[in-house]
């Protein structure tokens, strides 16, 4: 990337590289994941979806796509084709019925043990052992958080 090649890396050139990194790494996760017929059956963004609600277990439709950056419409059409598949349950707000929550079915708890599995193996021998693990999984977790809000 644009600044490790040059020498004269500025903290921009620094973050920009770091962006398009992360970006390429989760691509190839989702390549490597989507190798197993359980998991390509279903989208990048279905993937996303699941393992978001499984963390975030009863969020709205509404959040949901707020915080996965989709527009309603997209996120309902993916909603439909994961409920139809038996991965997200739909259910009423107990207290007040016109409103939705989000949830994962024990399907989908397998599918994202299997993805979990899967991200595990593929980078088992590329991350630093030990407490570099932990900084490492503490940083990226603090800019997605930020990035989120």
């Known amino acids: ?14 973050l920009a590289d770091i962006g398009g990194y992360v970006t390429a790494i989760a691509r190839y996760l989702t ?6 017929p359980a998991v390509a059956r279903l989208t990048p ?9 499984e963390m975030h277990g009863g969020v709205s439709p509404k959040d949901l796509a ?6 309603a419409s997209n996120t309902s059409a993916a909603l439909r084709s994961l409920a139809r ?3 997200i349950e739909k259910r ?6 016109r ?6 079915t024990d399907e989908a708890l397998r599918t994202i043990a299997m993805v979990r599995d899967i991200t595990a193996d593929a980078l088992e ?20 958080d930020g990035l989120r809000r």
């Open 1 to 14: 990337m644009t600044g490790a090649k040059s020498g004269a890396a500025t903290r921009r050139d620094d």
């Open 31 to 36: 390549e490597i994941a989507h190798r197993h």
């Open 45 to 53: 963004l279905e993937i996303l979806i699941v393992r978001y609600v």
């Open 66 to 71: 707020k915080s996965v950056g989709m527009q």
């Open 85 to 87: 598949q038996g991965l």
């Open 92 to 97: 009423r707000v107990e207290g007040d019925g």
């Open 99 to 104: 409103k939705i929550s989000l949830h994962v």
């Open 125 to 144: 021998d590329l991350v630093p052992r030990g407490p570099a693990a932990g900084r490492l999984l503490r940083a990226l977790t603090e800019i997605e």
